[in-house]
Structure formats: C-alpha cells, structure tokens
C-alpha cells in the first residue's frame, strides 16, 4: 500500500497530467471500508469524508478547478460519500456542486452543509435571509433533499433550528445539527444537544486535542446523536509537529504507514465518532486520507501509545 510520501512523489512525477496518477483510484479494493451507523437510522457512511474549508476554500476561489475535481473523484472511487461545507467556506459549496453534477456525483455524495446568517455577537437571525441562504445551498448542490444541513457555530438556534426542522419535516432535509469548534463553547453544545431534535453535530477532535471525549462524545453516544469530527490535524498543527519524524512501525499494526492515516485512525477509533471530514484540495491526500477508512482501528492500548508518541514530541 503506498504511503502518503509515496503518492506526493508519484504526483509531482506526474505533475503535467492532468489526470490522477495510475494506480491511485480504488486503491483499497482488497481491504474492508469500515462504516459507522447514523444513530437515529441506521444508515451508514464511511468514516472518512471530505471538509471544504483551508485549502479546498482556497482552491475554489481560483479560476482553474481541476484539482478539486480530482479530489471529489478521489473521495467516491475510493468509497467516501461525506461531503462537509458550508456558505462561509468561500466558494466551496457552489463549486463542488457544480463539479459533482459534470462528474455526475451528485447522488453519490452525502452532502452536510450548514446555515448561519445569526447578527452580531449571536444574535437572532433575520428569517427571511436564513431562507435564502437554504435556497442557495440547494441551488448550489443540485440535490433535494439535502443530506444534512447544520447550525453553523451554534448560530442563533432558537430561530435557526426551527427553521432546519420545517425543511426536515417537507423533506428537503434528511437530518439537522449544528457545530461549534472553541473549546469553551462545548457547554452550550452540550445544552443544545438536549434541548433540540438534532441528529448530528460537529466538533474538533484530534489525537493532541481531546477535549470533546470528556463530556461531548460520551452525551452525543447517550442521546443518539451522530458525529463528524473537523480538524482532525490541527489544522497543520499536527504535521507541522511531527515533521522530520517517522511513522513508528509498531502504528503499521493497525495500517497507518502515514501520518495521515494515523491521525485519523486514532479520531475514527472514538466509538462515538461516525465521520472524519479532513480538508484538502490534493487528490493523493485524498487517497490516503481514504486509507484510514480501511483495515483496523487502534484498540484503547494502541489509543494509548498514540497518545504518549505524540506527546513525546517537541511542541506539546
């Protein structure tokens, strides 16, 4: 299986082309995906997604796109469905909608994006604007219904969910949430996740950030709810830490041969967890990203080690 040096490698020797790189779509074939079970359903996605913040955002503001279209092409020959956006994320949502639909994706995505038009310092939303920011969402991704549309960073959700679980209730959406990644916010996640219907949320959660499994986590496998989990690196934070640094080979027990996979493997191993959207605008990130969501997980031991790795390492 080739590590993520290894596709970076045979991408810059195939920079000219305009393809992705032999070899690199359904590289996993001989493995098996793991899924995880939507708590309120049943239905099962794939533990590693897409995001579309960071660079995907980026990527999406430039007049050629050919990266992404890669990207998503990567995400659903290798087995991924989930796709995580958002209106502020720039560009995002209306460009990957439009590759999916040339790419005929469309139906093969399990669309999440969010709402937020809540005024200053939180306050009440104007309906009307919420309304037309739905609209856009549905514009832009050419599905209907929606998968899944989240309260973006707890936004205004005595009016924003409400408005959320009337488009459930016509069935323009199949599930609600709403996100939130600052630390000191989780109580009013937590507040949210009892007092509203919501059947997903989003938080922050990383192998040297974790906060939301000593009380989050726990709530949302108590009360039902699915989870995605963002910045699964840190951002860059994580890479940046362990640059210079090999993979240790005893993380080659459970398949992680690569950073990537390892940071994401130990966010997948979390019981509670039921998608990882890491963001990215590189197709062989992708793939290797896609590696995570096949073979093993860590056990609580190797959760363990994980953990004092990272920690042994400068930056902490």
């Not at 000219?16 to 079970?37: D, K, M, N, V, Y």
């Not at 009380?215 to 940046?240: M, T």
């Amino acid at each position: 299986m080739l590590t993520r040096r290894q596709y970076l490698k045979n991408s810059a020797l195939l920079a000219a082309a305009s393809a992705l790189p032999p070899g690199l779509l359904h590289a996993f074939e001989s493995e098996q995906l793991i899924t995880r079970a939507i708590p309120k359903t049943g239905e099962k996605l794939p533990i590693v997604g897409l995001g579309s913040s960071a660079t995907f955002g980026q990527a999406a503001r430039q007049d050629d796109v050919s990266a992404l279209q890669e990207v998503l092409q990567a995400l659903v020959e290798n087995g991924g469905t989930v796709f995580d956006t958002a209106p502020s994320y720039g560009a995002s949502e209306e460009v990957a909608g439009r590759i999916a639909r040339e790419r005929g994706l469309t139906e093969k995505i399990f669309w999440a994006t969010k709402v937020n038009v809540a005024g200053r310092g939180g306050g009440r939303a104007d309906p009307t604007q919420a309304r037309a920011q739905l609209q856009r969402s549905f514009d832009y991704l050419g599905k209907n219904p929606i998968d899944l549309i989240q309260v973006h960073n707890l936004g205004d959700l005595p009016g924003q969910i409400p408005l959320i679980q009337e488009f459930k209730q016509d069935g323009r959406i199949r599930y609600t949430g709403t996100t939130v990644t600052q630390t000191e916010r989780y109580g009013a996640l937590e507040k949210a996740m009892r007092d509203y219907p919501i059947d997903f949320i989003g938080i922050d959660y990383a192998v040297d950030n974790r906060v939301a499994a000593e009380s989050v986590l726990p709530l949302a496998a108590e009360l039902g709810i699915a989870v995605l989990i963002y910045v699964p690196f840190g951002r860059n934070r994580l890479f940046s830490r362990v640059s210079g640094v090999d993979v240790p080979d005893w993380a080659r027990e459970f398949g992680a041969d690569s950073w990537g996979r390892f940071f994401l493997k130990y966010v997948a191993a979390h019981p509670a967890v039921t998608c990882v959207t890491p963001a990215t605008s590189r197709a062989t990130h992708m793939v290797d990203n896609m590696g995570a969501a096949y073979g093993e997980l860590p056990d609580a031991a190797m959760l363990r080690r994980m953990e004092q790795f990272i920690e042994s390492l400068p930056g902490g």
